[in-house]
């Protein structure tokens, strides 16, 4: 007896955790079923397991569990499971059985398949939301622009070890060893913004839109918008390709070459540089009042800053809020303003290190998995990679995001009482050699994740 087929594609902002989580829950739910599945990870090293083009024509069903692009052209007539790579962890199963009751649509119709059988297979995977749809187009461009912040982040804190002024050659401290590791680094954080408006746009109108989101970061990154001029112009990009895709379709099929090199990069290059360049000024005010307001707070009252940037960091792991109060604290770094990333370091190290304090703590009350996990969090935290408290929070975010809200607010607040200055964007404890008052920074991060700790502990119940 042949096995019903399945094959699945995973994928999650980071590629760190969330996307080998799905992969495992599906495989282990296919196992239960006896079903044939093979997972298709799209991590942060790139695409492993990759699926072929025989195993794509075999398939019965094909089950996406992504909040990032993973190139689902290639299903071509085949019914299409679409959901978040979170929803691939809880509700694997009923995937699985939904993949065997034939649910699904046909989102890439071929000329063999009637519109009849199309129409039969609307069920809840049809229209995925505009929220859900904006949010993976925008998750695509934050998973590729991930790597060059944190290498670029990490090689700046690096040459701070000669110095803080040590890449300035008018300063007694320049060192030129130093100088080169920063200006590499500087490099890779400058295309920061280009790459995630350039896979924003990839996510929505596929590879022509990437020429056109390229530009469109370029210009952001150089007009002063930064950040939120580079979401605008990936999303613009993006969708102008898309249109134009539309209005060259009645172009004759062999000018379909001449349309892919020449036509939709020229024109679409075109429009979205002059739309950019037209608003980039007024983007560019928005983006500096929102660093001069949060920057404003640290004198005034740094305890709401902490609250505010607690909150922030807290709230999606990594996701674009998280990333908001980030990219101002890099945006600041680089106006000399060291202060600002300081608490934004301490909020987003301190969620793993909540799991791990609560773990230890409470250890009656996570199973034997989520304790090894907790464990595994201490270095995770550490090294300021907060994606590993999401497996805790999406099991009961009711009741979890609050206490990760109030471990990451104290350790903000305290580091910004006790004046703790951060000139890295990232790195974590690696980066205490060039931290003003570290021990300080430290306690700060250890007395919030215990805080939160003991509100994670108290809010779950004993495991059976």
Request: glycine share 10%; with cysteine; proline share 5%.
């Amino acid at each position: 007896m042949v096995k019903y087929k399945i094959i699945a594609a995973t994928g999650c902002p980071t590629g760190i955790a969330h996307t080998f989580m799905a992969k495992a829950a599906l495989e282990d739910a296919a196992k239960a079923k006896n079903v044939s599945i093979k997972v298709e990870t799209h991590g942060q090293i790139g695409i492993e397991n990759e699926l072929t083009v025989e195993e794509i024509e075999n398939a019965d069903a094909v089950i996406i569990a992504s909040d990032k692009d993973v190139n689902d052209e290639r299903f071509v007539g085949k019914r299409i499971i679409d959901v978040s790579v979170s929803q691939g962890i809880k509700n694997a199963p009923k995937l699985i059985e939904e993949a065997l009751e034939g649910k699904g649509i046909v989102k890439y119709p071929n000329n063999n398949i009637i519109e009849k059988n199309i129409s039969n297979t609307k069920n809840n995977y049809e229209n995925p939301s505009f929220g859900r749809q904006i949010y993976k187009h925008l998750m695509n461009g934050v998973s590729h622009m991930l790597p060059f912040v944190v290498s670029g982040g990490v090689l700046i804190a690096i040459s701070f070890l000669w110095g803080i002024f040590s890449s300035n050659p008018e300063h007694e401290q320049f060192n030129k060893i130093a100088a080169t590791i920063n200006n590499v680094g500087g490099t890779a954080m400058g295309l920061m913004t280009p790459i995630l408006c350039a896979y924003i746009a990839q996510s929505i109108g596929k590879r022509p839109a990437i020429v056109s989101g390229f530009v469109a970061g370029m210009i952001a990154s150089q007009g002063g918008s930064g950040f939120l001029g580079g979401i605008i112009g990936g999303f613009l990009a993006g969708y102008i390709v898309l249109w134009l895709e539309k209005m060259l379709k009645s172009l004759p099929k062999q000018f379909d070459g001449l349309k892919a090199i020449f036509l939709l990069p020229l024109i679409s290059v075109l429009i979205v540089g002059v739309l950019m360049i037209i608003i980039n000024s007024p983007m560019q005010s928005i983006n500096n009042f929102m660093m001069e307001f949060l920057s404003g707070f640290q004198g005034a009252n740094p305890i709401i800053l902490g609250l505010i940037i607690g909150i922030m960091c807290a709230s999606d792991f990594g996701g674009p809020i998280n990333k908001a109060a980030y990219v101002t604290g890099t945006a600041l770094l680089a106006q000399g303003n060291y202060s600002f990333m300081a608490g934004v370091s301490a909020a987003c190290i301190a969620p793993p290190l909540i799991t791990t304090f609560a773990a230890l703590i409470f250890k009656n009350r996570f199973t034997e998995d989520e304790r090894n996990a907790a464990y595994v969090n201490a270095i995770l935290g550490s090294t300021h990679i907060t994606e590993g408290a999401i497996p805790f929070v999406a099991k009961d975010p009711i009741k979890a995001l609050p206490c990760m809200m109030l471990g990451s607010s104290v350790a903000a607040i305290l580091t910004y009482l006790w004046k703790v200055q951060v000139p890295a964007p990232h790195g974590g404890f690696l980066v205490l050699p060039v931290v003003t008052n570290p021990l300080q920074w430290v306690l700060a991060i250890l007395i919030g994740s215990v805080i939160g700790g003991l509100a994670l502990g108290f809010s779950r119940k004993v495991v059976e």
